[in-house]
């Protein structure tokens, strides 16, 4: 399972500092990795990943991996407060939803 999130376009992007100072609130030791297909945050103990779109350590979209098991509960509950916290909204087949 996929859980789509971005940034509204009149926004700023946020930097890359920001989304790991954001989720490091919650409590998460997040670690970003640059490969040559796309940068990826993965967080030490959970399965789940975010791949986020970066341009020049910027990111305004993001799709977080559910890992077996985590679906529901900790650790998305965590990570959407986390990115709603700096401005993100999740992207569903209804449209658009806060992330609190």
Not at 11 to 24: F, G, H, M, N, Y
Not at 41 to 67: F, K, P
Request: net charge negative; glycine share 8%.
């Amino acid at each position: 399972m996929e859980t789509l999130i971005q940034l509204s376009e009149d926004k700023t992007p946020s930097t890359v500092s920001e989304i790991l100072a954001s989720l490091r609130k919650e409590h998460f030791e997040p670690r970003h990795e640059a490969k040559a297909w796309g940068d990826w945050i993965y967080l030490d103990s959970y399965n789940t990943v975010i791949s986020i779109e970066c341009n020049r350590g910027l990111s305004s979209s993001a799709t977080i991996e559910h890992g077996e098991g985590e679906e529901e509960g900790e650790p998305i509950t965590s990570i959407l407060r986390a990115f709603g916290r700096l401005g993100w909204h999740g992207i569903d087949d209804d449209g658009e939803f806060l992330l609190d």
